[in-house]
């Protein structure tokens, strides 16, 4: 995101009793693990409240959030209490001057403040870094999959993937799993895959020895997982997004407003789900251009 960026005003984007209402829809239809994302949902007014909704809609059983940390510090206890089970934090490095230089301001000293609160209000914790070549794609990897060695958490490596104006960049900065594991087992030791090497959710899970947390690669890249794929994206301005790296929407806000009953909408969700690409066909090219990743969310 630029420095100057315009955020949309916040009647274009859904409203609290909006999100909790499709919330219910899709449970109805057999969704049942629900993840705020972002831009940063910790900085969403009422976002304890939202997750206590979500949390106890039947048919919910995980709520999950994509956040940057910064404010977990103040809020772990209250989201965990809320129903919160789960935290993917973001942090690409864990040395102080690069996480500074990545992020323009932050210190990379909240982000663990962050991490131990979340640990200790009894939230499990994902740790979600992004490998970008020739930036943190060496000692960087290398120093996230070690904390697996002290922490019973799950540090995961994400390909970089293309998006917008900035997909010539993000294609050539992608690191492939293969390159990851290779420094890794250079410096660390062999890694032994988990449960065969099945994918638990998006990620592939290993450990180093005698490890108690585990390294996940997400590499949506080179190895993709699209046939198992069975999420679907709810953008804050309320379009439903049948694929992370497909430009093909659903408009939900539009019907919400112009009065459309809870029937109507799930007959039209229905019919989207059943539109849901195969494939994200970044092998043929084909690029997402009408937003970039901070307008959809993880």
């Given amino acids: 995101m630029s420095e100057d960026i315009t955020f949309r005003p916040n009647a274009e984007l859904l409203q609290d009793n909006e999100i909790i209402r499709l919330v219910k829809i899709f449970a109805t239809l057999g969704f049942y693990k629900f993840r705020l994302t972002g831009g940063e949902p910790t900085i969403r ?6 997750v206590s909704r979500i949390a106890q809609t039947e048919g919910v059983e995980t709520v999950a959030m994509t956040t940057n940390g910064l404010l977990l510090d103040e809020l772990a206890r209250p ?4 129903g919160l089970q789960r935290a993917n934090i973001s942090i690409d490095t864990i040395d102080p001057d690069k996480f500074k230089k990545l992020t323009r301001w932050g210190r990379v000293e909240q982000v663990w ?3 131990r609160a979340a640990e200790e209000a009894g939230i499990e914790v994902k740790l979600n870094a992004v490998v970008v070549r020739n930036y943190n794609d060496k000692q960087d990897v290398v120093d996230l999959a070690r904390l697996t060695l002290e922490h019973g958490w799950q540090v ?9 104006d900035v997909a010539d960049f993000q294609q050539s900065g992608t690191v492939s799993q293969k390159e990851l594991m290779e420094t890794i087992t250079a410096d660390l030791g062999s890694l032994t895959a988990v449960n065969d090497g099945t994918l638990d959710g998006e990620a592939q899970l290993y450990t180093l020895d005698n490890a108690p947390g585990t390294i996940g690669f997400i590499s949506s890249v080179t190895q993709p997982f699209c046939a198992s794929c069975t999420r679907v994206r709810l953008t804050a301005d309320g ?3 049948l694929c992370l790296l497909r430009e093909k929407e659903l408009d939900l806000l539009t019907p919400i407003r112009n009065g459309a009953t809870d029937a109507e909408l799930t007959g039209v969700i229905t019919e989207a789900i059943w539109w849901k690409p195969w494939g994200h066909k970044l092998d043929k090219d084909v690029i997402p251009l009408n937003r970039g990743m901070s307008e959809i969310g993880g």
């Fill in 113 to 115: 403040e962050g991490i």
């Fill in 45 to 50: 007014h009422n976002v304890v409240d939202i």
């Fill in 156 to 164: 995961r490596f994400i390909e970089m993937m293309p998006f917008g």
């Fill in 239 to 241: 379009r439903l997004r």
């Fill in 79 to 82: 989201l965990a209490a809320a």
